[in-house]
């Protein structure tokens, strides 16, 4: 069975959350079985009120090898920050 | 028999129906063909066993005396159990337990969104909270019953033996007993000659879209409603009276 049956991951939406977070992942043939397996084995203790599965062949990850060229340079650019600038008081919506 | 000793006997039978099954599924803890379908089907068997306890509940306190679920689920014999037939067969490979499923929940699906209408509180109110899992239950066995008849030449041999074999325990499921028509008379019971059109319905549209012959032959088992059963719950109760026979009152 695991030969032909694809892996999925797992996204579930708590009911006081606003997004999916990725809890796990299972094997199911087809997407329909997907949606029932993550309901018998990632909802039984009320984690979640919406599902999300998706072929995990189908995401494309960052390579850890790369993760100093990604995202280092982000790490001295105050600038970016809105708590940067300092507004004047009269600007009373920002 | 007394309205009284017709809705006592109902709420046994519908107990006992949902603990067999419920005890049915069990026996596939820890063995399931994969984890996803291990925690599935031992999911249905808690739901089962946890409608099962609700009506038992009720039961116990219909028949007063003190009476507990506990006594009523572990210290009755098998000539004193109401469930169908069907329940009580063993699981078999995966597909005899997705037919035997299939066949139970397109039933039970049917049964139950007809006794949320009875007149007893009670039962109507057991009746619509045990809906929302049996539609599930309902969906799950529908869905596996397309995916083994409409998929590989094995996996639709399997289902379509399993179908063969199971057939005649189907028939009594909307067979009416006495008790059954007693209570319907009450506006308390479910009419499960209208049940009947719904069940064929829904099976047949389910059989044609998985490939899967519908079994033509009419001649139905018929007893366990009337406490005549296969030798079967003999063996069932064996195991899950013992502990509390052995030792009375015991408790964790």
Same mark, same amino acid.
């Given at each position: 069975m695991k030969?032909? +049956?694809?892996? +999925?991951?797992?996204?579930?939406? !708590?009911?006081?959350?606003?997004?999916?977070?990725?809890?796990? !992942?299972?094997?199911?043939?087809?997407?329909?079985?997907?949606?029932?397996?993550?309901?018998?084995?990632?909802?039984?203790?009320?984690?979640?009120? !919406?599902i999300w599965v998706m072929e995990s062949e189908n995401i494309t990850a960052s390579k850890?090898?790369? !993760?100093?060229?990604?995202?280092?340079?982000?790490?001295?650019?105050?600038?970016?920050?809105?708590?940067f600038y300092d507004l004047p008081d009269e600007l009373k919506h920002m | 028999m007394t309205k009284k000793e017709a809705l006592q006997k109902y709420t046994l039978q519908l107990a006992d129906t949902a603990l067999v099954l419920g005890h049915r599924l069990s026996e596939w803890c820890g063995h399931g063909p994969i984890l996803e379908q291990d925690m599935a089907l031992t999911n249905i068997a808690l739901d089962l066993i946890g409608q099962a306890r609700s009506i038992y509940q009720? #039961? #116990?306190?219909?028949?007063?005396?003190? $009476?507990?679920?506990?006594?009523?689920?572990?210290?009755?014999?098998?000539?004193?159990?109401?469930?169908?037939?069907?329940v009580e067969l063993p699981n078999g490979d995966f597909a005899d337990t997705i037919a035997r499923q299939f066949f139970f929940d397109v039933y039970n699906y049917a049964f139950y969104s007809a006794l949320k209408n009875s007149k007893d509180e009670t039962l109507a109110a057991i009746a619509e909270k045990s809906l929302k899992e049996v539609r599930y239950h309902q969906r799950y066995s529908s869905e596996w019953m397309l995916r083994l008849g409409d998929g590989t030449e094995e996996s639709h041999e399997k289902i379509q033996t399993a179908v063969d074999n199971i057939w005649m325990y189907t028939g009594e499921l909307t067979e009416m007993t006495e008790v059954e028509k007693a209570v319907l008379a009450d506006g308390v019971g479910v009419d499960l000659e209208k049940i009947k059109p719904i069940w064929i319905e829904k *099976?047949?549209? *389910?059989?044609?879209? #998985? &490939?899967?012959?519908?079994?033509? %032959? %009419?001649?139905?088992? %018929?007893?366990?409603?009337?406490? $005549?059963? &296969?030798?079967?719950l003999g063996f069932i109760l064996a195991q899950m009276q013992h502990l509390q026979r052995t030792h009375p009152g015991a408790s964790w």
């Open positions: 030969n032909n +049956w694809p892996l +999925w991951e797992v996204f579930i939406r !708590s009911k006081q959350g606003l997004h999916h977070k990725h809890v796990g !992942s299972l094997h199911a043939s087809d997407a329909t079985m997907a949606i029932e397996n993550a309901r018998d084995v990632y909802t039984r203790r009320q984690e979640g009120v !919406s850890p090898e790369e !993760s100093e060229a990604l995202f280092e340079p982000a790490a001295d650019k105050v600038y970016r920050h809105p708590t | 009720y #039961a #116990a306190t219909l028949q007063g005396e003190g $009476r507990t679920e506990d006594d009523l689920a572990y210290l009755r014999s098998e000539m004193e159990f109401l469930n169908p037939l069907l *099976v047949k549209s *389910v059989l044609a879209e #998985a &490939t899967l012959k519908m079994p033509e %032959s %009419s001649w139905m088992q %018929s007893g366990g409603k009337n406490a $005549r059963h &296969t030798e079967h």
